[in-house]
């Protein structure tokens, strides 16, 4: 009887078990050439499993567990060797003197009491942790989409049609083939509606894009994390007491925030949770009377505009309006950033200066 499954696994028993001398870099090569033809998306072993639906029924569980076995098997092999290769490497670096693991670094300044300077997180990353902490703790689960979305997704299904003038509102880039680099990340709300039943409980963080004039508070490449809650009887109390909890999160009970009627076409109604301008305190100037760079004047952060999904947009993906409503919002988390440590201007974040970021 033909036995296919041990024919693979003879045939790489003995290119693995093949001495080679060869020096370390080659080794690794040949060794990913070996996982390649026995791992890769054409491999032998992915050619066994697709000779499983030939067999007869009562055969495919026991071949299938086979083959898995063996795929395990194979794996591990390779990492044993891939190993092997590379601690032969590094004796062999260390053998011609060129590598010398204990040399401190090169930055003359990256030492703090005399011992090396550890790294830490870029305050961004800092802050996406934290996002992501709080609300997975709320249950809501991390959804991610492309950066570069069809227009459908990223304005008409969500109620923003094509000559509607409310899509100037994220006037953008397009790629010669018409799509755009998402100006928000409700695209990725849009994508796990047409996917998902309700209840639905999603936050999706992630890079955005428009055609912003740079200032303090505006970029053209940004973070930004949308949230997305969907259910039986979701009302605007659920909207503000999640997003009151968020805050307090951030900024303890102390930072004065408000709610105010905003319009964004995909939610109704529509809202802006503003906070207190760090910098002024509210009063729209310094005591000398200049008008505060941070709020120009206004007192108030844009902080996370929100609202209740608009029953056009759920129509669009599919979920009855009639049975199920929900929240929605969407926050610049470099803005947050900016909240958290008092800073005045978004671009020293990403200007790839470490003396502000070593600060926080
Ligand atoms: N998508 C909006 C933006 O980026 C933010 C938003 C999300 C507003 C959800 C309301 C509700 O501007």
Redesign the pocket.
Known sequence: MSDPIGQVRAAFQAEASAQTLDPPALELERLERLRVRFLGKKGDINALMRQLGKLPKDQRRDFGQAVNALKTEVNDALLTLKAAANTRAEAAALDAGWLDPTLPTHATDARVDGLPAMGHQHPITSMLDTVIDHFTGLGFEVASGPEIEDTWHNFDA?NIPKDHPARD??DTFYTTQGEVPR????SV?IRTMQTQTPPIRVISPGK?FRNETIDATHLAAFN?C???YIDKGVSLGHLKATLEGWIQRLFGPDLQIRFRP?F?P??EP??DLDAQCFLCHGDGHNDDGVACPVCRTKGWLEVI???M?HPNVLRNCGIDPDIWSG??????FDRLVMLQHGIDDLRRLYNGRLDLVRQL
């Open positions: 969500l509102m994220w100006t928000h990340t409700s709300q955005c930004q949308e949230g997305l905003a964004y995909f939610v529509g809202l505009p929100c609202g999904v929240f929605a919002f969407g926050m610049g």
